[in-house]
């Protein structure tokens, strides 16, 4: 199935983090916060304002974001679990 986002949405991919503090503690998964970290895979066609006019996302398929903890509905494409939000939900972009 395809599955393209909507004006200024964004489909991501959440990036896991590791199950284990520094001190080697294994983190059991009821203690895990679900990760604010992911990974665009596909973008909308822009932002529409007042006036009619798109403005294209500042965001790509492929960076690397932080959102919001509380962003975005969770969705099953191919039996992936992906997150649809909107792009304001996106706090930034990680620089690699």
């Not at 001190?23 to 066609?45: F, H, L, N, R, Y």
């Not at 798109?54 to 790509?60: A, C, E, G, Q, T």
């Amino acid at each position: 199935m395809k599955f393209r986002p909507l004006h200024d949405r964004v489909l991501l991919r959440r990036i896991e983090l590791d199950e284990k503090t520094a001190g080697g503690i294994i983190i059991p998964d009821t203690a895990k916060e679900k990760p604010m970290e992911g990974e665009i895979v596909a973008v909308g066609s822009g932002h529409i304002n007042d006036n009619g006019d798109v403005r294209p996302l500042d965001v790509k398929a492929g960076d690397r974001v932080i959102f919001s903890k509380w962003a975005g509905t969770e969705v099953t494409v191919d039996g992936e679990e992906l997150m649809v939000m909107k792009e304001s939900d996106i706090i930034g972009v990680i620089a690699a």
